[in-house]
Nanobody
Framework: QVQLMESGGGLVQPGGSLRLSCAASGSIVQIYTMAWYRQAPGKGREFIASDMIGDKLFYNPALRGRVTISRDNAKNTAFLQMNNLKPEDTAVYYC??????????????WGQGTQVTVSA
């Protein structure tokens, strides 16, 4: 069993910054990709960024320049640094990981999400 646990969300003023963390735990053999998504009220889930094994980084063009994804492979943890936050960044932020546990094909796992609210 694999679990993803996000942390670091909260209330921040416009123009502020937050750093989200996502820690993967459980029967992990290899994490191929760790990614971040978000879902604002009344909207679908939106891709933010991903970090594929080998440090292949992909960003949503609309958010590039304000967000940075990184990984600590030794700790099975991904981070999302967000700067110059805007009210429209308010959403639940989810961590996603593609993981090989050794017992089946690679599977996608999701965290429970962490709320980010940008408001004065």
């Amino acid at each position: 069993q694999v679990q993803l646990m996000e942390s670091g969300g909260g209330l921040v003023q416009p123009g502020g910054s937050l750093r989200l963390s996502c820690a993967a735990s459980g029967s992990i053999v290899q994490i191929y990709t760790m990614a971040w998504y978000r879902q604002a009220p009344g909207k679908g889930r939106e891709f933010i960024a991903s970090d594929m094994i080998g440090d292949k980084l992909f960003y949503n063009p609309a958010l590039r320049g304000r967000v940075t994804i990184s990984r600590d492979n030794a700790k099975n943890t991904a981070f999302l640094q967000m700067n110059n936050l805007k009210p429209e960044d308010t959403a639940v932020y989810y961590c996603n990981a593609n993981i090989y546990t050794g017992s089946s094909d690679n599977l996608d796992y999701w965290g429970q999400g962490t709320q980010v609210t940008v408001s004065a």
